[in-house]
């Protein structure tokens, strides 16, 4: 066989240890799912900058400056809040392997965030039977699917979390249960972090 | 009770039938030969319910290339239709069946021949280059080819079952919205495309984690081959372009079912904000596309010239500037769609930035064929293909690039003749030089040679034919997506010669497939008994051809670049020698279920078949439930088992 | 897997403690009462108010990204905190570039 034409020399300074000393399944699954939160970040990016584009296209209806109500969305800001904090809580309960106490704060987390949902789409059938529906202008659009869109990943956050409750209650604090309330609290922080921005650029924004 | 689905959606014009009918025929004649040999149980246990990534990749590359021919055949139509319809004569395609073709073309040559070819690769070469037994999410793995399986279907569906899109692989609105297209066409599209679009998502992240997480011993990042590099970077691309894909088909999805008025005519609509969102992705995707082709003759070209690839160093730097500066020329696609000289200007730019690092690639593989001892193998041939097509279109690339001449050659045949010098002169020669380089690795035996040649050189001189004279017809003013032109144009006879290229291209893929189909009758006598024909430099060649369940029996330990040179040469750290006990998920038919419950929820959406959808994806979540709430299960391959396995690998490799 | 982490080891991977939950509501409470109170009352107007509250979004969204999604504490190699600074950075140009662009368009109709 014809040599080689390269040569090959040894990196002395070369690392034969694993690159990475964290290759377990909870590591992975918190960085697998952490992208999917950047993910997650990018498509709220791009509803939040269609709601830029469009916010002042009313078509000769009502602007956010007729239609917002800031006792309301500081009303839902409190209660996410309050929901992310007790969710925090119930982390902690966890790390001490109270599975009674879990569940608990975890409750509370729930009906705070069931609230957050019920009060959403009270403001949504409002603005509907006034005949501001999305249908009315592409303000609206952007609004309801902006401000929808988040309402709808809470949704799907309590659904998780109901189930998540189930699972702890019968199962206790294992491995497997740890790292799944990890990555639902990665969740649910998530979206308190992407309300700080509704309440901002639509709500406080809007009435300005 | 069917929504909008009634008996006329069954009702195609006679090519489409025929086009249908052997759909349908094939179907059978495949369920047959299944009932025959008796292989249900093999095909369910083996492959419908597998998470192996080299099986998964395996069915990822046949629905690829299902989709490839399908796409092709559109194109057949087109250039037919292009060729008869002058003057009087109007072709055999109506301008509406026209339209749906051209749409369809670029959609399932994008969305399911691209993509599959580069999830297939990913899935079969990654985790062997890094020494991994696995990829990071097998189950996701799995969901991810379902769901795009599951979107090439109802493209398939589409064919059969009423009208599809006619607004373009991108569907524009207002066209594409409810008022001017309110047949079902778009809403197949944007459903198969979502679909698709959630499972190149979710793969991306796999990937990606894969890349970062998985690495044997000893293999940090700059010690990576450049393949599982442009890997990495495309999957970047994927996790930040593809939310802005789901995102902007989410607001078209809402236009056209709830009557809101994103990129409506009136209402305050803007229709450029989605031309703007859907390049935002658009432009990434392409190098999505792209990059793992680059990566895969960064393989090819050093093997096959027995010399180190020149400049690893600067080749990590130029996919990673690459991939940055994707992100930033997206509105080179629409120039003259109103911006200000100012915008065009930064973004023309911009775009010919992206020239200098790709121009950096293509020096180092010309640098590194120098002095090294080169063997024309076709991998090779496609390179040289490659170089030769991929930077004439890049050329007119920069020509593009430059908003007063895109003014001229905007959406003119220049444009198609571009973009398929990308495509088809980089990504698909790229394919298939990868695709002839590893497929003895993976199946264990050899295609022909003499048949890849031929094919080779059907492609080569088809593809000049085909798309040469495109650039001509541009300059002289032809748009794209014609049915139909004036004889005084005096661009018949180009039609024609495209018509031939077209012709050839025909050709070379069916020496393609009757080359791929006496290779696997006659693959006794091709075995590769060493499982390292080409003397490869990478880890996937130190396996035996196909390699076992678990890639490696020991995990490897490297140190430098070309491990596998390497070790042949002695200079490596040896491995250890005991062997453990082998993990390894189990088989879940969640995937396959998934996906299908994916085809009717689609298929409901788009015919308004309101239960059915609340059906599909109510099941969807439960499914999702159910297996998201199950223990980490796992088969195991005992110490011993594996030392069996191998002690007998290497008695049959001595007989 | 055989070698994989039981549940005392991946709670020591997790970061959340007390402390950085009680600071992080505080500081959220204090920063989305400031901002609302300011569009109340007034206090400041026009570009100054603007530019105010997305200040205070800023830093609340920082705090809650460190004292409850931890970012920033997680072992070496940080993947996350790379991935979440690219994120950013795609954002930006994304938002940034379709505003530039869009408000181009509208103003030339």
């Given at each position: 066989?014809?040599?080689?034409?390269?040569?090959?020399?040894?990196?002395?300074?070369?690392?034969?240890?694993?690159?990475?000393?964290?290759?377990d399944?909870?590591s992975?699954?918190?960085?697998?799912?952490?992208?999917?939160?950047?993910?997650?970040?990018?498509?709220?990016?791009?509803?939040?900058?269609?709601?830029?584009?469009?916010?002042?296209?009313?078509?000769?209806?009502?602007?956010?400056?007729?239609?917002?109500?800031?006792?309301?969305?500081?009303?839902?800001?409190?209660?996410?809040?309050?929901?992310?904090?007790?969710?925090?809580?119930?982390?902690?309960?966890?790390?001490?392997?109270?599975k009674?106490?879990?569940?608990?704060?975890?409750s509370?987390?729930?009906?705070l965030?069931?609230?957050?949902v019920?009060?959403?789409?009270?403001?949504?059938?409002?603005?509907v039977?006034?005949?501001?529906?999305?249908r009315?202008?592409?303000?609206?659009?952007?609004?309801?699917?902006?401000?929808g869109?988040?309402?709808?990943?809470?949704?799907?956050?309590?659904?998780?979390?109901?189930?998540?409750?189930?699972?702890?209650?019968?199962l206790?604090?294992?491995?497997?249960?740890?790292?799944?309330?990890?990555?639902?609290?990665?969740?649910?922080?998530?979206?308190?972090?992407?309300?700080?921005?509704?309440f901002?650029?639509?709500?406080?924004?809007?009435?300005? | 009770?069917f929504?909008?689905?009634?008996?006329?959606?069954?009702?195609?014009?006679?090519?489409?039938?025929?086009?249908?009918?052997?759909?349908?025929?094939?179907g059978?004649?495949?369920?047959?030969?299944?009932?025959?040999?008796?292989?249900?149980?093999?095909?369910w246990?083996?492959?419908?319910?597998?998470?192996?990534?080299?099986?998964?990749?395996?069915?990822?590359?046949?629905?690829?290339?299902?989709?490839?021919?399908k796409?092709?055949?559109?194109?057949?139509?087109?250039?037919?239709?292009?060729?008869?319809?002058?003057?009087?004569?109007?072709?055999?395609?109506?301008?509406?069946?026209?339209?749906?073709?051209?749409?369809?073309?670029?959609?399932?040559?994008?969305?399911?021949?691209?993509?599959?070819?580069?999830f297939?690769?990913?899935?079969?070469?990654?985790?062997?280059?890094?020494?991994?037994r696995?990829?990071?999410?097998?189950?996701?793995?799995?969901?991810?080819f379902?769901?795009f399986?599951?979107?090439?279907?109802?493209?398939?569906v589409?064919?059969?079952?009423?009208?599809?899109?006619?607004?373009?692989?991108?569907?524009?609105?207002p066209?594409?919205g409810?008022?001017?297209?309110p047949?079902?066409?778009?809403?197949?599209?944007?459903?198969?495309v979502?679909?698709?679009?959630?499972?190149?998502t979710?793969?991306?992240?796999?990937?990606?984690?894969?890349?970062?997480?998985?690495?044997?011993?000893?293999?940090?990042?700059?010690?990576?081959p450049?393949?599982?590099?442009?890997?990495?970077?495309?999957?970047?691309?994927?996790?930040?372009?593809?939310?802005i894909?789901?995102?902007?088909?989410?607001?078209?999805?809402l236009?056209?079912?709830?009557?809101?008025?994103f990129?409506?005519?009136?209402f305050?609509?803007?229709?450029m904000?989605?031309i703007?969102?859907?390049?935002?992705?658009?432009?990434?995707?392409?190098?999505?596309?792209?990059?793992?082709?680059f990566?895969?003759?960064?393989?090819?070209?050093?093997?096959?010239?027995?010399k180190?690839?020149?400049?690893?160093v600067?080749?990590?730097?130029?996919?990673i500037?690459?991939?940055?500066?994707?992100?930033?020329?997206?509105?080179?696609?629409?120039?003259?769609?109103?911006?200000?000289?100012?915008?065009?200007?930064?973004?023309?730019?911009?775009?010919?930035?992206?020239?200098?690092?790709?121009?950096?690639?293509?020096f180092n593989?010309?640098?590194?064929?120098?002095?090294?001892?080169?063997?024309?193998?076709?991998?090779?041939?496609?390179?040289?293909?490659f170089?030769?097509?991929?930077?004439?279109?890049?050329?007119?690339?920069?020509?593009?690039?430059?908003?007063?001449?895109?003014?001229?050659?905007?959406?003119?045949?220049?444009?198609?003749?571009?973009?398929?010098?990308?495509v088809?002169?980089?990504?698909?020669?790229g394919?298939?030089?990868?695709?002839?380089?590893?497929?003895?690795?993976?199946?264990?035996?050899?295609?022909?040679?003499?048949?890849?040649?031929?094919?080779?050189?059907?492609?080569?001189?088809?593809?000049?034919?085909?798309?040469?004279?495109?650039?001509?017809?541009?300059?002289m003013?032809?748009?794209?997506?014609?049915?139909?032109?004036?004889?005084?144009?005096?661009?018949?006879?180009l039609?024609?010669?495209?018509?031939l290229?077209?012709?050839?291209?025909?050709?070379?893929?069916?020496?393609?497939?009757?080359?791929?189909?006496?290779?696997?009758?006659?693959?006794?006598?091709?075995?590769?008994?060493?499982?390292?024909?080409?003397?490869?430099?990478?880890?996937?060649?130190?396996?035996?051809?196909?390699?076992?369940?678990?890639?490696?029996?020991?995990?490897?330990?490297?140190?430098?670049?070309?491990?596998?040179?390497?070790i042949?040469?002695g200079?490596?750290?040896?491995?250890?020698?005991?062997?453990?006990?082998?993990?390894?998920?189990k088989?879940?038919?969640?995937?396959?279920?998934?996906?299908?419950?994916?085809?009717?929820?689609?298929?409901?959406?788009?015919w308004?078949?309101?239960?059915?959808?609340?059906?599909?994806?109510?099941?969807?979540?439960?499914?999702?439930?159910?297996r998201?709430?199950g223990?980490?299960?796992?088969?195991v391959?005992?110490?011993?088992?594996?030392?069996?396995?191998?002690?007998?690998?290497?008695?049959?490799?001595?007989? | 897997?055989s070698?994989?982490?039981?549940?005392?080891?991946?709670?020591?991977?997790w970061?959340?403690?007390?402390?950085?939950?009680v600071?992080?509501?505080?500081?959220?409470?204090?920063?989305?009462?400031?901002?609302?109170f300011?569009?109340?009352t007034?206090?400041?107007?026009?570009r100054?108010?603007?530019?105010?509250?997305?200040?205070?979004?800023?830093?609340?969204a920082i705090?809650?990204?460190?004292f409850?999604?931890h970012?920033?504490?997680?072992?070496?190699?940080?993947?996350?905190?790379?991935?979440?600074y690219?994120?950013?950075?795609?954002?930006?140009?994304?938002?940034?570039?379709?505003?530039?662009?869009?408000?181009?368009?509208?103003?030339?109709?």
């Amino acid at each position: 066989m014809k040599p080689l034409i390269v040569h090959h020399t040894p990196d002395p300074y070369a690392d034969t240890h694993s690159p990475d000393t964290h290759q377990d399944t909870f590591s992975k699954t918190v960085l697998g799912f952490w992208m999917y939160l950047m993910t997650d970040c990018i498509l709220f990016a791009a509803l939040f900058t269609t709601y830029a584009v469009l916010h002042n296209n009313t078509f000769g209806g009502p602007s956010s400056r007729e239609l917002f109500s800031l006792s309301t969305s500081f009303t839902e800001t409190m209660i996410l809040l309050f929901s992310s904090v007790t969710c925090g809580l119930g982390m902690l309960s966890a790390l001490r392997n109270d599975k009674n106490r879990v569940v608990a704060w975890f409750s509370v987390a729930f009906l705070l965030g069931a609230s957050f949902v019920a009060i959403e789409l009270n403001e949504f059938t409002h603005l509907v039977h006034e005949g501001n529906s999305w249908r009315r202008s592409a303000f609206l659009s952007s609004f309801f699917t902006l401000v929808g869109t988040h309402g709808l990943h809470v949704s799907i956050g309590l659904l998780w979390m109901f189930v998540m409750m189930i699972q702890v209650y019968l199962l206790g604090v294992t491995a497997i249960t740890f790292r799944r309330l990890a990555v639902f609290s990665m969740f649910w922080h998530f979206l308190d972090l992407v309300w700080i921005f509704i309440f901002t650029f639509v709500y406080l924004m809007g009435v300005i | 009770m069917f929504g909008r689905l009634n008996l006329d959606a069954f009702k195609h014009e006679s090519s489409q039938n025929i086009a249908v009918i052997g759909m349908v025929l094939g179907g059978i004649a495949i369920i047959g030969i299944l009932f025959y040999l008796k292989r249900w149980k093999w095909l369910w246990n083996e492959w419908l319910t597998t998470v192996d990534p080299k099986r998964i990749g395996v069915m990822y590359i046949i629905v690829a290339l299902l989709m490839f021919f399908k796409g092709f055949a559109d194109a057949l139509m087109m250039r037919l239709q292009q060729a008869l319809s002058v003057g009087d004569a109007h072709g055999f395609i109506s301008p509406g069946h026209f339209q749906e073709v051209f749409s369809a073309h670029g959609t399932t040559m994008i969305f399911f021949a691209g993509m599959g070819i580069v999830f297939g690769l990913l899935n079969l070469i990654v985790p062997l280059q890094i020494g991994a037994r696995d990829v990071a999410y097998p189950f996701l793995n799995a969901l991810g080819f379902w769901l795009f399986a599951s979107g090439a279907v109802l493209g398939l569906v589409s064919l059969a079952i009423g009208k599809f899109s006619t607004a373009g692989w991108l569907a524009y609105p207002p066209l594409s919205g409810i008022e001017y297209s309110p047949d079902e066409g778009v809403d197949y599209w944007i459903w198969l495309v979502q679909i698709a679009g959630v499972g190149s998502t979710i793969s991306g992240i796999n990937f990606l984690v894969t890349i970062l997480k998985m690495r044997c011993p000893g293999m940090t990042l700059m010690k990576m081959p450049i393949f599982v590099w442009s890997a990495l970077c495309a999957m970047v691309l994927v996790i930040f372009a593809f939310p802005i894909l789901t995102a902007t088909l989410y607001m078209l999805a809402l236009d056209r079912y709830l009557g809101m008025h994103f990129f409506t005519a009136g209402f305050g609509g803007n229709p450029m904000m989605y031309i703007n969102l859907i390049w935002a992705w658009g432009h990434p995707e392409v190098y999505i596309l792209i990059l793992p082709a680059f990566g895969i003759f960064s393989e090819v070209v050093p093997t096959f010239s027995e010399k180190r690839l020149f400049g690893y160093v600067s080749m990590v730097w130029a996919l990673i500037i690459i991939t940055i500066l994707s992100f930033i020329v997206w509105l080179h696609h629409f120039f003259t769609m109103g911006a200000s000289p100012n915008v065009n200007a930064f973004f023309g730019v911009m775009t010919m930035l992206i020239a200098i690092p790709t121009g950096v690639k293509i020096f180092n593989w010309l640098f590194t064929k120098f002095q090294g001892h080169v063997h024309f193998t076709s991998p090779m041939l496609w390179f040289f293909a490659f170089v030769l097509n991929f930077s004439v279109g890049g050329m007119t690339g920069i020509l593009l690039s430059s908003p007063p001449v895109d003014y001229q050659v905007h959406n003119s045949l220049f444009l198609i003749a571009h973009f398929h010098g990308m495509v088809i002169g980089g990504f698909l020669f790229g394919f298939f030089s990868g695709f002839t380089y590893w497929f003895p690795k993976i199946t264990g035996f050899f295609l022909s040679e003499n048949l890849n040649r031929y094919a080779f050189w059907c492609w080569f001189t088809g593809f000049l034919l085909a798309f040469m004279p495109l650039y001509m017809l541009g300059f002289m003013g032809a748009t794209r997506r014609l049915d139909h032109y004036e004889a005084s144009t005096g661009w018949h006879p180009l039609f024609l010669t495209v018509g031939l290229g077209a012709a050839i291209i025909l050709c070379g893929v069916c020496i393609q497939i009757y080359g791929l189909f006496m290779s696997i009758k006659d693959r006794k006598n091709n075995l590769d008994l060493t499982g390292d024909p080409w003397n490869g430099r990478t880890l996937e060649w130190s396996i035996p051809s196909p390699p076992p369940i678990y890639n490696f029996a020991i995990t490897p330990t490297v140190d430098q670049l070309d491990p596998l040179w390497a070790i042949k040469r002695g200079l490596a750290p040896k491995p250890e020698k005991d062997y453990e006990d082998i993990h390894l998920p189990k088989n879940t038919p969640m995937g396959l279920c998934i996906g299908m419950l994916s085809l009717i929820f689609g298929f409901a959406m788009t015919w308004y078949i309101i239960w059915l959808a609340i059906i599909s994806f109510t099941a969807i979540i439960v499914c999702l439930i159910i297996r998201l709430s199950g223990e980490d299960e796992h088969d195991v391959i005992t110490a011993a088992q594996v030392k069996e396995m191998e002690a007998a690998r290497l008695r049959s490799q001595t007989t | 897997m055989s070698d994989d982490l039981s549940l005392k080891e991946i709670q020591k991977e997790w970061h959340g403690t007390m402390k950085a939950y009680v600071i992080g509501f505080v500081v959220s409470i204090l920063l989305t009462a400031a901002s609302f109170f300011l569009v109340i009352t007034r206090v400041l107007s026009g570009r100054a108010l603007v530019f105010t509250i997305i200040g205070l979004a800023l830093v609340q969204a920082i705090v809650q990204l460190l004292f409850f999604l931890h970012v920033g504490q997680e072992a070496k190699p940080r993947w996350e905190t790379v991935v979440f600074y690219f994120m950013v950075m795609v954002l930006l140009i994304i938002a940034i570039g379709s505003l530039w662009i869009m408000i181009d368009l509208n103003a030339h109709d």
